[in-house]
Nanobody, 115 residues
Framework: QVYLEESGGGLLQAGGSLTPSCAGS????????IGWYRQAPGKQRELVER???????SYVDSVKGRFTISRDSAKNTVWLQMNNLKPEDTAIYYC?????????WGQGTQVTVSS
């Protein structure tokens, strides 16, 4: 079975940290790059962070220095470490391959940051 499943979102105050996870099947993690995407209310889904060998790349200026991706291939799991969260980070967060595949869009995990 091929899948990616997000979990670990939540409600927290600005300045806090959260680390949602993305679990996948072994065949899914044969892809070398995993991305975290988000969709805020009334906005299009956007790529936030992409995992690359040795680290990750930020695609949204406002998250640079605050978000990073870590992964454990043995556990088929990728995490999005989010620090110093801001209300504008409120969104549904999704993981997918990079570039994304329609086969892997899941339900996402809701992150809500209050001021």
């Amino acid at each position: 079975q091929v899948y990616l499943e997000e979990s670990g979102g939540g409600l927290l105050q600005a300045g806090g940290s959260l680390t949602p996870s993305c679990a996948g099947s072994t065949s899914t993690f044969s892809f070398t790059e995993i991305g975290w995407y988000r969709q805020a209310p009334g906005k299009q889904r956007e790529l936030v962070e992409r995992s690359v060998f040795g680290g990750s790349i930020s695609y949204v200026d406002s998250v640079k220095g605050r978000f990073t991706i870590s992964r454990d291939s043995a556990k088929n799991t990728v995490w999005l470490q989010m620090n110093n969260l801001k209300p504008e980070d409120t969104a549904i967060y999704y993981c997918n391959t990079y570039p994304p595949s329609n086969n892997y869009w899941g339900q996402g995990t809701q992150v809500t940051v209050s001021s």
